[in-house]
């Protein structure tokens, strides 16, 4: 005999419990929408549904930090990609609002979520704390972006280390949608901004080449005397009145901008000190006429031990990148900055005698931990001695 | 090797005591393999001689010496090392370390101090110096005012505004410490806190932040990393080592993780720091404020903790770190190919559960606050918080069975208990939840994070749903799926379908475990790989999860595996001694060319290390756990007889379930310890025994003690560390005591015994094979008995008995070994009065004196027992091996100063924490040894006597003369003044404590007039004139060496009589051949 149980698994309305005090905490209680991660090789794994209902594709990546899913979900470099994070319990401290500061959200790294799905073992439908205005699922939600919950995301990560990143698509039973390449496709001109915008208003003017930047970067420059031009990924900055060039993280193959490239080859015939972050590592390297590759399944996490070369000095670093710089092909004047010193591939590089250099790594973290936030003022730096040493400190 | 160093002391962290457990075997152990890997020659002090760093191949020299500044001294001139690391071994190590440096013992011999400086040391210990190094870069402490009176203590409060807390410098686990809201409460507490340390603190009340942990390692190149974040579920208020803490932090923003992360940098290279170090921080729930609570500059309890939860070996990497190493020149011993320079990315989540023993001392508060009372812990890994904790909760092994559905736990007053936490907290909250109490209310009382909250109520609402259902088939497999991931067990889910089971609840968890097998419900093995599958591991460190779909291992099924069951949390009764053995059983399975299989959750064990055995489940012990790991390993057998109690109850279930126990028949298992099946045997081979009736009728019980007489002794069946053992003494007690035992165990009958009084007790431990004794070991107590064996002084070999009491003890061991076919360790407890003896209690499995025997007479026993087990060759060790020129004495470690009230007073239940072994010439030098290991000191001037009964009184005379004749002024109560006086004994007057009158003894102890305090009880019932209590209880707050035991007493004053500590030998362990 079956007694009645006291709460309905057939309750398909979703039940938002207001909080009381002054802690931002709440719940909700879903029915379980069955759905299923297909991968490319055929494998499946089935979950259930929370975040939007529809179905997607793209090339599925994990990412190994412990915190920060509402940085990692706004990163541009995360363009067209499905993520599986690999920490089991997501969502605990719900999102932040979207206050902003001096025109820059202050809890995003961009204007909106650019995953196209999330994967993740056990979704926290309550969330507690005081920063915290919704759910993780009602963002993703309100942002169209699938979430799929109670499926073995280590199991999935052993995969993807094995076999590589992959596509992948999540849908439910039924739905119909095409496996997705994104790296065939310019994800950059996806996501870099559309017309030049001017941030603060210091003594040294930086050109940002956007190719999907992150706003702690914007800000951890403005943390100096700065004036940051942001510019298209294509645009020919040349014409600017600037002091430093700075090339900005951004999703996909770096060969895909060749524009950039091209743009970046033209200066450096000049002398204004150039520092890259991620994808401006390797467009500064393809610049140079080294090469990029793929690697097998990326760095994606915030513990990412990178050590600069010839000296004993290593740092804990957060990355998300999928294709690194080939050391092997570096031209004669430029030499590595950084090695990772688990695989030892690229993690920087700079030219020998020019202000030129760039990193891998994400020094200005958020998410993930800030020991190399030091680069900036060390460009910021590069950028005080060449405008010094410029006659009268003229403008060019 | 980097520094040129050949040879490093150690200092290891004595007896197990509250606050300083085995986490320090754990990380002595892993510096001193870290060390020899480099070709360094390592001496280590310890007397802890149950510890697996002191066995035999882990130093070169190990001195079972008193870590104190006397010793290390005389070995430093000994053995003349460059080096010393002070880190290892907890708070006693690095006080020692920090004495002999300001001595300026370690300039005079040249030793340099490895890793961290001693000034970081210092500029961490001492709060101003601490506070000090913090404001120059801008870091912030709690507003703080050190003090050394109790006047400034009153005023700085004023200053702050209660409620305030209070902490004393130099301690132990936050001793001397905790909450004032008044100015009379402060008094006291400051005024105790002073007898403890010149320096206290008096400091703004942070309760209810969120109380968070880093774990840092830097390098001598400046390399600087945090290994591991933890979170505490209950805020701050309560003791780090009391709360239940989870790892990494989950209620934190990468924003607030990194920030505390950047700041634990920072600080740790400011201060200098090279090697581990612990800082703990206050972070404000309702913002990103926070304070900087203390920073531990060495290896800890957190820091063991850390290394379990993440499988980073910190003690190894520390140690390596202190020679010169840099973090990117060592490797990741997890993956063999990436570095140990990264941070470990967690892919489950784990939670620490102290467990507490409160309910074995009488009068002792159960509220917990911020000083430290549990003796032990537990770490439960899951992929959800709900399975973590509800394995942790099964962990502590309280006979509970999870968050939910435990029976008799219900609580009167919900709202009080939740806002003056107890040990049983977290169990009121199931109560709350139970009976519709809303989170968000609980969260007000309890301050505890609403994530937490709602968690625990998802738990409550699927044991609700699940009691809607009254079979299994009826249950909707989804159901039991999220059951099972949120960690329910097999016998919950019976609980709350069946109602009440028809055939017995072990029957009901039987048929779900095979209704959801059926339905393809079962765990998955996961590896703890530090790197979130990134990259492969090469150790097989485990854990079971149901969040899962796949194992990460493969089993060949190739019979090769020996499965060996560890001890699980440590507890009065059970600790490092049966770490020791498990430890040493895997060693030698694997040396035997068998795949050896752990199975222990104990972050402070050796046990749980990955190199220690060649697979680690770190999961429950319990029968349905161990089930499952049994049907994925197949293995060959499975050993139960190391672990202690917890193993050895499973022998039957597992033995029915046709599981292969290696070793002795779990049917001789359990004729052992089924009392009645035991004493039968005992009548049929002709062996005496105490009188004893089982518990049927009360009828039968008081014609029982009509035809015996008082004192009695009642004890349930399968008990270990006598718990609701008691004597009773007449027929008041008697009644109350049964009521009592009878809720301990239903499964096994309750047993009234005779008591023999001025008996001594004596202890055989041996190892037979098929049933003839191959080793063996008799010792025998210092006390008569009616001290339990874990709280008594133990002499090996006994020096005192007959030889025939010898032989006929030899011969009874003998005809048990042989009726129950032993294959194995095992123990038998004997009473000997005369030659008189009784056998009283008989243990198929190691004892808490296996490693004590085993090294003093330098014969393994446990490798002997495992090599019988596998059924390889154990060959007999030669008659003269059990012939010894020197004597070894174990002696007891109590933590009464930890728990406020506790009467410190001795009796069949076992209320030590921790115990000492070392070695002598002769019993005096070795007792003298054992006794300043754990804290006694030779009196310089006074001596405070009330020693009890008639019998005592005489036992003591003689001790009184000596200590007369060698100059000591006593002091004496009323009666022993009076008796010694008649003896021609001049002894000065001591009050009791309610005569109102001068020199009143309370008044002496408080002065420190007196330096040794003597205090026999008078009846062995516990229920103590108030006037012994207070003397006790005054004796152990105001930190001056107690005794209670009269023949204890007398071979204590002797031996100091006669040895003075300049005649204490520095020997290290292979000197005594």
Redesign the interface.
């Known amino acids: 005999?079956?007694?009645?149980?006291?709460?309905s698994?057939l309750s398909v309305i979703v039940a938002i419990f207001a909080?009381?005090?002054?802690?931002n905490?709440s719940?909700e209680m879903v029915n379980?929408i069955p759905v299923k991660l297909v991968l490319e090789d055929g494998t499946i794994?089935r979950g259930y549904s929370f975040g939007a209902r529809r179905p997607v594709a793209g090339e599925v990546v994990?990412n190994?930090?412990?915190?920060?899913y509402?940085?990692s979900l706004t990163d541009p470099s995360y363009r067209g990609q499905i993520l599986c994070l690999?920490?089991?319990?997501v969502g605990?401290?719900g999102t932040?609002g979207d206050d902003s500061e001096e025109d820059i959200p202050k809890?995003f790294e961009s204007a909106s979520i650019h995953i196209e799905g999330l994967v993740v073992?056990?979704y926290?439908s309550?969330?507690?704390?005081?920063?915290a205005t919704g759910s993780l699922g009602s963002w993703l939600n309100r942002s169209g972006v699938a979430g799929i919950y109670?499926?073995?995301?280590?199991?999935l990560?052993?995969k993807l280390?094995e076999k590589g990143a992959m596509p992948g698509k999540i849908i439910e039973e039924g739905d119909e949608i095409d496996f997705r390449d994104p790296n065939s496709t310019n994800l950059v001109a996806e996501v870099s901004t559309r017309e030049k915008q001017v941030y603060g208003s210091g003594r040294y003017r930086i050109v940002m080449i956007d190719c999907g930047v992150k706003y702690n970067i914007i800000r951890s420059l403005l943390r100096y005397d700065t004036t940051i031009i942001r510019v298209p990924w294509d645009y020919d900055y040349h014409k600017e009145s600037y002091d430093g060039l700075f090339i900005s993280n951004g999703p996909g193959d770096p060969k895909m901008c060749d524009v950039t490239i091209g743009n970046l080859r033209r200066s450096l015939g000049y002398d204004k000190p150039v520092f890259g972050i991620c994808l401006g590592n390797q467009l500064l390297a393809l610049a140079a006429g080294a090469d990029t590759f793929k690697l097998k399944y990326g760095h994606r996490?915030?513990?990412?031990?990178v050590?600069k070369v010839g000296s004993?000095?290593?740092?804990?670093t957060s990355q998300n990148h999928g294709f690194a710089v080939s050391d092997e092909t570096l031209p004669d004047d430029w030499e590595p900055l950084f090695i990772n010193?688990?695989?030892h591939t690229n993690e920087g590089i700079h030219h020998r005698e020019m202000p030129f250099f760039s990193v891998q790594f994400h020094p200005e973290?958020?998410?993930?931990?800030?020991?190399t936030a030091f680069l900036f003022a060390d460009f910021i730096s590069l950028v005080k001695e060449s405008v010094m040493k410029r006659p009268n400190g003229a403008k060019i | 090797m980097k520094k040129d160093i050949s040879k490093v002391i150690v200092l290891g962290s004595g007896a197990l005591k509250i606050g300083e457990a085995g986490e320090f075997d754990y990380s002595g152990s892993q510096a001193l393999k870290a060390l020899r890997q480099e070709g360094i020659e390592t001496v280590l002090i310890n007397p802890n001689i149950a510890t697996v760093q002191t066995s035999e191949g882990i130093a070169d020299k190990i001195y079972f010496l008193p870590v104190t500044p006397l010793y290390v001294e005389r070995v430093i001139e000994k053995e003349r090392p460059g080096g010393i690391l002070l880190s290892f071994g907890g708070q006693t190590a690095l006080n020692c370390g920090t004495e002999l440096f300001r001595k300026g013992i370690l300039e005079k011999y040249g030793v340099s101090v490895l890793g961290t400086p001693v000034q970081s040391i210092m500029d961490t210990e001492d709060r101003d110096l601490f506070v000090g190094r913090l404001n120059e870069i801008g870091v912030k402490a709690p507003a703080s005012i050190a003090v050394t009176s109790v006047e400034d203590a009153v005023d700085a409060a004023g200053r702050l505004g209660y409620p305030v807390i209070i902490r004393a410098a130099y301690t132990l686990g936050g001793q001397g410490s905790g909450f004032a809201s008044c100015g009379e409460e402060l008094r006291a507490m400051a005024t105790r806190a002073f007898s403890f340390s010149k320096q206290i603190l008096v400091e703004e009340s942070l309760k209810g932040w969120k109380e968070i942990e880093y774990e840092v390692v830097r390098d001598c190149?400046?390399?600087c990393?945090t290994v591991c974040n933890m979170e505490n579920f209950d805020p701050l208020g309560i003791h780090t080592g009391e709360s239940i803490v989870v790892a990494?932090?989950?209620?934190?923003?990468?924003?607030e993780?990194?920030k505390l992360?950047?700041l634990s940098?920072k600080i740790v290279r400011h201060l200098g720091i090279v090697g581990e170090c612990n800082v703990q921080y206050a972070l404000d729930?309702?913002?990103e404020e926070y304070r900087v609570i203390e920073v531990n500059a060495r290896l800890s309890r957190s820091s063991a903790l850390a290394s379990k939860a993440t499988g980073y070996p910190l003690a190894f990497v520390a140690a390596k770190l202190a020679i010169g190493y840099?973090?990117?020149e060592l490797k990741n011993s997890v993956t063999e190919?990436?570095?140990a320079?990264?941070?470990?990315?967690?892919?489950?989540?784990v939670c620490k559960i102290p467990r507490w023993d409160l309910k074995k001392f009488a009068g002792v508060s159960h509220e917990l606050g911020s000083s430290m009372k549990s003796v032990g812990e537990v770490m439960a890994i899951g992929?959800?918080?709900e399975e973590a904790i509800q394995k942790g909760l099964r962990m502590i092994g309280q006979g509970m069975h999870g968050f939910t559905g435990n029976r008799n736990i219900s609580f009167d007053d919900i709202r009080r208990e939740l806002s003056s936490p107890t040990d049983m907290r977290v169990f009121c909250i199931a109560d709350a939840l139970e009976k519709g109490v809303d989170p968000?209310e609980i969260?007000?009382l309890t301050r505890i994070?609403?994530?937490f909250l709602?968690?625990l109520k998802n738990i409550s609402?699927t044991a609700?749903?699940l009691?809607?259902?009254?079979?299994e088939e009826?249950l909707?497999v989804?159901?039991l799926q999220r059951a099972k991931?949120q960690g329910f067990s097999d016998f919950q889910i019976a609980r709350a379908i069946y109602d009440p089971p028809p055939s017995g609840m072990h029957e009901g968890l039987l048929k779900i475990r095979e209704f959801r097998k059926s339905r393809g419900i079962i765990p998955?093995v996961?590896q703890i790989d530090t790197?979130?599958?990134?990259?492969?591991a090469v150790t097989n460190y485990l854990y079971l999860t149901y969040?899962?779909?796949?194992h990460?291992i493969w089993y060949v099924n190739d019979k090769r595996s020996v499965i060996v069951l560890g001890s699980g949390a440590y507890r009065i009764g059970s600790s490092v001694e049966f770490d020791w053995c498990s430890v040493n059983a895997a060693e030698t399975i694997r040396r035997e060319g068998m795949r050896s299989v752990m199975i222990n959750y104990n972050p402070e064990t050796v046990s749980t290390d990955y190199d220690t055995c060649d697979r680690l489940y770190f999961d429950e012990l319990s029968f349905e756990r161990v089930m499952d790991i049994i049907e994925l390993e197949t293995p060959a057998g499975v050993v139960l007889s190391v672990g202690g109690q917890i193993p050895n109850n499973l022998a039957m279930r597992l033995h029915n379930e046709g599981v292969a126990i290696m070793g002795t028949s779990p049917e001789s298992v359990d004729r052992a310890e089924n009392r009645h099946k035991f004493s039968s045997m005992l009548d049929s081979l002709g062996i005496d025994q105490p009188r004893w009736q089982e518990l049927n009728s009360m009828d039968e019980i008081i014609s029982f003690a009509e035809k015996t007489g008082f004192p009695l002794l009642i004890r349930p069946s399968y008990v270990l560390s006598g718990a609701a053992m008691n004597v009773v003494s007449n027929r008041d007690e008697l009644f109350h005591f049964l009521e009592l035992a009878a809720g301990v165990s239903k499964q096994h009958p309750v047993v009234v015994s005779e008591f023999v009084e001025h008996a001594k007790e004596i202890e055989m431990d041996a190892v037979a094979s098929d049933g003839e004794v191959i080793a063996y070991a008799i010792s025998e107590h210092v006390e008569y008995a009616g001290v339990h064996s874990g709280d008594a002084t133990i002499v090996f070999p006994a020096q005192k008995i007959y030889f025939e009491t010898a032989r006929r003890i030899k011969r009874i061991t003998r005809e048990i070994a042989g009726e129950l076919k032993i294959s194995g360790p095992f123990n038998i407890q004997f009473l000997a009065r005369d030659n008189d003896i009784k056998v009283i209690e008989c243990n198929l499995r190691s004892s808490r004196s296996m490693p004590f025997v085993s090294k003093v007479l330098k014969i393994n026993f446990i490798e002997l027992a495992t090599r019988v087990m596998l059924g390889s060759e154990a060959e007999k060790p030669h008659k003269s091996a059990f012939d010894l020129d020197y004597v070894g004495v174990k002696a007891p470690q109590f933590s009464f100063s930890r728990l406020a009230k506790a009467d410190p007073v001795l009796g069949v239940d076992m209320v030590s924490t921790g115990e000492v072994g070392c070695i002598g010439e002769d019993f005096y030098e070795a007792i003298l040894k054992a006794m300043f290991s754990v804290g006694y000191r030779i009196p310089s001037g006074s001596i405070l006597l009330s020693t009890g009964p008639a019998r005592s009184k005489v036992e003591l005379l003689e001790s009184a003369r000596v200590l007369r004749e060698k100059g000591y002024r006593l002091y004496a109560t009323r009666g022993t003044r009076n008796f010694l006086k008649n003896a021609g004994i001049e002894t000065e007057v001591a009050y009791w404590p309610d005569e109102k009158r001068s020199p009143n003894t309370i008044e002496l102890i408080r002065e420190r007039e007196v330096d040794l305090v003597i205090n026999i009880p008078k009846n062995l019932s516990k229920s103590e004139l108030q006037n012994d209590y207070a003397i006790r209880r005054s004796a152990i707050d105001y930190n001056i060496p107690l005794l209670t035991n009269s023949r204890l007493a007398s071979a204590f004053i002797h031996a100091f009589c006669t040895l003075g500590e300049e005649d204490i030998a520095i020997r290290s362990w292979d000197e005594y051949r």
């Open positions: 005999m079956i007694r009645r149980p006291l709460f698994q909080s009381r005090n002054q802690h905490s719940s379980e794994f994990f190994t930090a412990m915190t920060g509402p940085e690999t920490y089991p319990l605990n401290y932040p809890f073992s056990d926290s309550h969330y507690s704390h005081w920063n109670g499926i073995d995301t280590r199991a990560t052993r280390r996490s915030h513990n990412q031990p050590l004993d000095r290593a740092y804990i010193i688990n695989d973290a958020s998410g993930g931990p800030t020991d | 190149h400046d390399n990393i990494p932090s989950q209620t934190l923003t990468n924003s993780y990194h992360r950047e940098v729930p309702g913002s840099g973090l990117h190919t990436t570095t320079c990264f941070e470990p990315a967690l892919d489950y989540i992929r959800t918080f968000d969260h007000e994070d609403k994530w709602y968690k609402e609700a749903e009691s809607g259902y009254s079979s009826s909707p989804r159901l991931i998955y996961k790197l979130a599958a990134e990259y492969p969040s899962a779909t796949e990460d």
